[in-house]
């Protein structure tokens, strides 16, 4: 039964208030919506769920795991710790653990969970719960071997911001302060959002060296990390394909040549019938390694603009989508293809009914720039 069904139902509960009644519908729906993304926690009897915007604002377990893999050492502490996802596991590479969180609700929750017996908590590695502002708690913190902070990116009137120095708390005015608490060989680890400049970021905080983790899962871009220390390498991942990350520095895409081909356009078609097209992850997009993937791949880029990349060979092992590029008679016997555009006058809608063309089939339409030309490719997802 959802919790929607079970809203339903107060009358079969008569004897519980309502306040005890919110509080079991919000433990029926947290489960619900996070039993795929925090299977640990699923799984473990008695675990307390927070209000529905935590737990879908949370990491889910695999980036948080992913976050752990990065960083080991003695003390740790979460100056944003909130539902506690990402302290409960990179608790797991330290001994000790400060858990910081100003809403008391979500320390009261965090108290009792991370109370709770776990095989994943080594004996004698504990968490504990300080229920303040990140400010307030570095005033009496000591020296930390990793300090993670998760700014929250609304303002106070609930609004979206884009600018890492509107984030609460403020990192960049903050800085001074965290590097006063780190070990010798401490770090700053930072989870932005996707949404956030990540150039203007990075240079906001230009007194640290950082290295870069775009985090997609399923090609889509979950979250941005900075972690201090490093010598300003990028990692472009995508968690289902772990094995096809990339690596690079802003300064070898920046002396990258273009490597934009040079595509005879017939009939406003490109001759390149039978060839492939790709389209990096969005891992690497958001990284912005436009040009490097081309010279490491051996691929010509369509147009300057154009995230789209051609090849007369099929590359096995490439990070991102690939297609061939087929007549249209052979693609469309049915009058169904899947739309995308990219960098091109029209949206996927407007070129579908464009084209007459109803939503399905196996086939793909991509609309886009070479070089400065809307052009249209009619192919096959390899």
């Not at 990096?280 to 789209?308: C, M, S, W």
């Amino acid at each position: 039964m959802s919790v929607h069904e079970l809203a339903l139902q107060r009358n079969k509960y008569k004897h519980l208030s309502d306040e005890e009644w919110r509080w079991f519908l919000q433990q029926v729906e947290g489960r619900e919506r996070t039993a795929d993304k925090l299977p640990t926690f699923a799984a473990m009897d008695d675990w307390w769920y927070p209000v529905r915007l935590s737990c879908e604002q949370c990491s889910s377990e695999l980036t948080a795991n992913y976050k752990a893999s990065l960083v080991s050492g003695d003390k740790l502490v979460d100056l944003t710790a909130g539902y506690g996802v990402d302290t409960y596991f990179l608790s797991q590479q330290f001994q000790h653990t400060d858990y910081v969180e100003q809403n008391a609700e979500l320390c009261r929750i965090a108290e009792h969970n991370f109370s709770l017996p776990t095989p994943s908590l080594p004996k004698g590695r504990g968490i504990y719960i300080h229920h303040s502002t990140a400010e307030e708690f570095l005033q009496m913190a000591g020296l930390y071997d990793l300090i993670f902070a998760d700014p929250a990116r609304r303002d106070s009137h609930g609004g979206k911001v884009f600018r890492l120095e509107d984030c609460t708390p403020n990192i960049v005015e903050l800085l001074p302060s965290l590097l006063s608490h780190l070990t010798p060989k401490g770090r700053i680890m930072l989870k932005l959002s996707p949404m956030l400049d990540l150039t203007q970021a990075v240079t906001s905080l230009s007194q640290v060296c950082w290295d870069i983790f775009v985090v997609a899962v399923k090609n889509e871009v979950k979250e941005v990390l900075l972690l201090s220390g490093g010598s300003g390498k990028i990692t472009a991942i995508d968690l289902s394909e772990p094995e096809k990350a990339f690596f690079f520095t802003r300064e070898e895409e920046q002396e990258c040549p273009a490597g934009i081909g040079d595509w005879l356009l017939v009939n406003g078609d490109a001759a390149l019938n039978g060839e492939f097209l790709y389209e990096p992850n969005a891992a690497i997009l958001k990284g912005g390694a436009y040009k490097l993937v081309a010279e490491r791949f051996g691929l010509q880029k369509l147009d300057p603009n154009t995230h789209l990349y051609a090849s007369d060979t099929l590359i096995d092992n490439f990070p991102g989508r690939v297609w061939q590029i087929k007549e249209p008679t052979q693609t469309l016997p049915e009058g169904k293809a899947n739309i995308l555009t990219r960098n091109y006058p029209l949206t996927p809608e407007q070129l579908k009914k464009k084209l007459h063309l109803r939503d399905g089939g196996t086939a793909f339409v991509i609309g886009c720039r070479v070089n400065g030309k809307p052009t249209l490719f009619y192919t096959e997802r390899v």
